[in-house]
Every structure is written in C-alpha cells, then in structure tokens.
C-alpha cells in the first residue's frame, strides 16, 4: 500500500494526558499537512511542512499542540494536556510540490481522537 | 476572508442526476476541488478544476464555475447507491497550499 497512513486509528484518552499521532506521507512527497476534522464539519487546516520545515500554523494550533517533521518524511503531531474539546478526527495528507499551484492532496485514514 | 459552504443534505432516487452545490468567497483562489468521504475512509479526490475554466466533465462528473458569483456546482449522472456519501469542495489559493474546505453534503441515494 503506497497511499498516506495513520496510527493510530482511534486513540482514546483521558482529559489531561498526553497524545502523539504519526502521519506517513506517500514516499516521494516533500509537502505534509495535519487537518481536523470535527463531527459535521469540513476538515479544517492545522499546519503545513514542506520537507522538515514548518511552513505554517493555524490559529487553531494552540500552544498544547506541536507537530514535527525532523527528517522530512513522517511526521507527528502531539497534543499535551488534552481537552475534551479536543475529540476529533485528525487527518493528515500530502502532496507533491509542482511548478504549477495545481496541489492534489491525498488523505489518510485519519486518527479518531476521543478525550474523556 | 475565508468562507465556504455548501448545503447540509440532499436526497435522490437511484438514477436521478444530483446537483451538490457550493459558495466560496476567496476570489484568489486558483484550483477548486471536490472530495468524496465514505464512512471509515479516507477523503478521496474526485475532480477540480481550474479558475479559468467554466466546465470540466469527467465521466458521470461535470464540475460548472462560476468565478462573477463564486459558486461550485457538481453534478452526478445516474446517481447510484454507491456515491451515498458525504461531498466536500475545497478551495486552494496559489502561494498558500492549504485547503479551505466546505461544511460537506451528504448525500443519499435512494434505490
């Protein structure tokens, strides 16, 4: 399977502890991006990286979450101090840089986060 | 600033064509596309088009833009159960590359 995948799948956890999620993005892909995605709502921009190099945040990454990408292949993204407001489906995708803006992502499965 | 929406539901008979509309309002955006999400998988590409592009078919998918108004139209022929499932558009901006997604439509296919 060549496509992006996430682990874990489902993650649940108790308010105030600590989660890290991994993304691995398809192999030749440098751009990696991190969505979330609540119930009945769109997914909605978290953070980009472009090989190891955090691009940019959104004003939704609060200072209780931190992605990395050291080697610029797989990436994750911890929550410290969870919330329940936290519970969502978190999604990562990746694309190929290309001259043109055209940009297809591709998805993951996604990691369904749920914070008791 | 950065808005899009679409409705909520839509229902059809198996067959029929389904029209899923959708309203941005970033005028610099380059590429639009539409995604598809089924329960338990992940979002799948189905088509985008370009901004200076009116129409753009693909099988039983036409895409129609209207870039004065900044609406997205997608619409299935002969729907079938199988595209039961929920219909995101996305707007992406040259420069910047993320996605600005829509609500989602779900959409369901009555037999």
């Known amino acids: 399977d060549t496509g992006v995948s996430q682990d874990p799948r489902h993650k649940i956890t108790k308010r105030g502890q600590n989660v890290t999620f991994r993304c691995d993005p398809i192999s030749e892909h440098n751009r990696l991006y991190w969505y979330r995605q609540t119930l009945g709502q769109g997914p909605e921009f978290l953070t980009y990286f472009q090989n190891e190099a955090q691009l940019e945040k959104s004003r939704l990454l609060s200072d209780r979450f931190s992605a990395e990408r050291p080697k610029g292949s797989f990436s994750t993204l911890e929550i410290q101090r969870t919330e329940q407001g936290d519970s969502a489906m978190y999604l990562c995708?990746?694309?190929?840089?290309?001259?043109?803006?055209?940009?297809?992502?591709?998805f993951g499965p996604g990691t369904r986060l749920t914070v008791l | 600033g950065e808005d899009v929406e679409q409705s909520l539901f839509l229902s059809v008979r198996e067959g029929d064509s389904s029209v899923i509309n959708c309203t941005y309002t970033d005028s610099s955006s380059t590429y639009l596309y539409w995604y598809k999400q089924e329960p338990g998988a992940g979002l799948q590409l189905l088509t985008y088009?370009?901004?200076?592009?009116d129409m753009k078919q693909d099988q039983r998918l036409t895409v129609l833009l209207n870039k004065k108004d900044k609406h997205l139209s997608l619409r299935i022929a002969d729907t079938q159960t199988g595209d039961s499932a929920i219909y995101f558009c996305?707007?992406?901006?040259?420069?910047?590359?993320?996605?600005?997604f829509g609500t989602g439509t779900r959409l369901k296919v009555l037999a």
């Open positions: 088009i370009f901004s200076n592009m």
């Open positions: 995708a990746s694309s190929l840089r290309r001259a043109a803006s055209y940009n297809e992502q591709f």
């Open positions: 996305a707007e992406g901006t040259s420069g910047t590359y993320k996605y600005i």
